[in-house]
C-alpha cells in the first residue's frame, strides 16, 4: 500500500532556511527610470525665478493682494431671496453715495442667497453700512422678498492686526518646519527646506494676485497647509537620500540624490496626484465661497511637490560642495 509524502520530507532540513516569499505589487511607475532631476537644476532655477518676479510684479502692480474684509475692514451681509435674481440687479440697487467698492457674490445654487461686501468702508463697517445695504435692497425688492442672514464687521484696525497676525504664522510655521528638518537630518537639508517652503508661498502669493482671488483668513489657513504639506514631501525625500547615503558612502552626492529621488517619485506623483485631483474637484465643485481657499491648495501642492525636487535638494546640493572635503582613506 503505497503512501503519500511525509510531513517531514516536505518541510525544509534542520538548519536551512526557508525560501522567501516573494510579494508583487503594481508599480505605476518604476524606481529605475534614471530621469536625472540633479543635471536640470540650473533650467528649474530659471523658471521658478521667473514665476517669482512675475507674482511679485503682479503684486506691485495691482497695488497689493485682493484683500478680503478680514484685512481690509468692511462689512458682509448674506441675503437670501424668495425669488431668483441677479447680481447685476443687486449690484444697482446698492449704487449708493455712501456705499464704495461694493461686491456682490452669487453664493447659491440657483441664485438665491448672495454675499454683499463693502470693503474699506468708512468707520470699519459700521452699522450704518450695514443699515444702507438693507434700505438699497428693500427699495429695489420690496419689504419681505429677502432674509439677511449674516452680518460680519471688520474695522481697519482689527484688519491690520490680523494681516500683522497672519504674516507671523506664516513666517513662524516656515522657520519651525526648517528647524525641524534640520534637527532630525543636517543643517543643510533644514536650509534646503526653509527655501524650498519661502519659495511655494511666494509663488502661490504670485499666483492669487495674477488670478485677482480674494485673500482672507481662510487663505491663511491654506498657506499654513501647504507650508505643512510641502514639508511632508521634502521630509520623505531627504530621508531617502540620507539612507542611500550611508549605503553608497563612495558615490558622490548628486548621484545619489537622483537616485532617491527617481526611487520616491512613483510615491511623491500618486501622494501629490490624489491631492491635486481633490483639491481640484473642490476648486470646480465647492462654489465661489471657497474658491480662494482651494486655488490656494491646489497651486501650493503643485508647487510643493515641485520644490521638493528642484528647491530644497539643489540647495542641499550647493552647501555640501561648499564644505570642505573629507580626506578619503
Keep these: 500500500m503505497s503512501k503519500g509524502p511525509s510531513t517531514a520530507a516536505a518541510r525544509p532540513a534542520a538548519g536551512t532556511k526557508a525560501p522567501p516569499v516573494e510579494h508583487r505589487f503594481t508599480e505605476i511607475i518604476p524606481p529605475n527610470l534614471g530621469i536625472d532631476f540633479v543635471g536640470l537644476r540650473f ?106 442672514l449674516r452680518v460680519e464687521t471688520v474695522g481697519p484696525k482689527v484688519g491690520k492686526d490680523l494681516w500683522r497676525d497672519a504674516t507671523l504664522a506664516v513666517l513662524v510655521a516656515t522657520l519651525v518646519m526648517a528647524a525641524y528638518i534640520g534637527f532630525r537630518f543636517e543643517f543643510r537639508f533644514g536650509v534646503g527646506a526653509a527655501v524650498a517652503l519661502i519659495h511655494d508661498v511666494l509663488i502661490t502669493l504670485g499666483a492669487l494676485s495674477i488670478f485677482n482671488m480674494e485673500f482672507d483668513l481662510s487663505t491663511v489657513a491654506a498657506l499654513l497647509t501647504v507650508v505643512g504639506y510641502s514639508v511632508h514631501d521634502t521630509v520623505i525625500v531627504s530621508d531617502r537620500i540620507r539612507e542611500n547615503m550611508r549605503k553608497m558612502r563612495r558615490e558622490n552626492l548628486a548621484t545619489i540624490m537622483n537616485l532617491s529621488i527617481n526611487e520616491t517619485l512613483s510615491r511623491t506623483l500618486i501622494t501629490s496626484g490624489t491631492a491635486i485631483l481633490v483639491t481640484a474637484a473642490l476648486f470646480i465643485l465647492g462654489g465661489s465661497v471657497i474658491h480662494s481657499f482651494a486655488f490656494t491648495l491646489l497651486v501650493g501642492f503643485v508647487v510643493g511637490t515641485y520644490s521638493s525636487i528642484y528647491v530644497a535638494s539643489p540647495i542641499v546640493l550647493y552647501l555640501d560642495r561648499k564644505q570642505p572635503k573629507r580626506p578619503t582613506k
Design 43 to 148: 533650467k528649474m532655477l530659471i523658471f521658478s525665478w521667473a514665476l517669482i518676479l512675475i507674482g511679485l510684479a503682479s503684486i506691485y502692480l495691482r497695488g497689493g493682494l485682493n484683500y478680503g474684509i478680514d484685512f481690509a475692514g468692511g462689512t458682509m451681509v448674506h441675503v437670501r431671496f424668495a425669488q431668483p435674481t441677479t447680481a447685476a440687479d443687486i449690484r444697482s440697487a446698492l449704487a449708493r453715495p455712501e456705499l464704495h467698492e461694493v461686491v456682490v457674490q452669487d453664493v447659491g445654487k440657483s441664485g438665491q442667497e448672495f454675499q454683499v461686501r463693502v470693503l474699506g468702508a468708512e468707520q470699519g463697517g459700521s452699522t450704518a453700512i450695514a443699515d444702507a445695504i438693507k434700505a438699497g435692497l428693500r427699495e429695489r425688492f420690496g419689504e419681505g422678498t429677502y432674509d439677511v
